[in-house]
C-alpha cells in the first residue's frame, strides 16, 4: 500500500469514527513511519470533551485500525482543542460568544493584539469588549485567535 493511499484510509477512519461517535475533528495530523507511526487527533463537540470522550474515541480508532491492518506499530494521542484553543471560524466566534479571548490583527498595515470578551457577532465582524470599550474587528483581518482562561 502507498503513502498517499494509508494515508487517505486513515483519514477516512479517523472521520468516519468521528461523525458515528458524534464528535468533530478540530486537527488531526498522520506520521507514518513504519512501527513508529503516529496519529494525533484532537476531538471536539459543543457541549465540551471529557477524559471518557477521548477514552471512547481511543477505543473505536484502535478497533478500526487494527481491523485493517495498517500498521504493526503505532502511538495514538486523542485530547480535545483545550482551554487555549485557537478560534479559526465564524461559527467557533459565536459558539464562544461571551468568552475571553486574545486576537492579533491587521488594522491599517499593522499588527494589533487585543485582549477582550467575544461579545457579539454580526456578519463578518467580531465585537470584543475590552476595558469597557468596544472593537469591532473583521474576520478578514484576524491573524490568530485564542481563548484565554
Known sequence: MNFSGTQDIIETIIRDTAAELGYLIYESSVLIKGELSQLIIKIDHPEGISHNDCAVFTKEMTKRLDSQNIFPNYSMEISSPGL???VRT?????????SPVKVIYESEGK???VKGIINNII????ELKSDNNAIIIDFENIKKANLEY
Open 84 to 86: 487555549s484553543r485557537k
Open 90 to 98: 465564524i461559527d467557533e466566534f459565536i459558539r464562544f460568544i461571551g
Open 111 to 113: 499588527t494589533n493584539v
Open 123 to 126: 456578519d463578518t465582524k467580531i
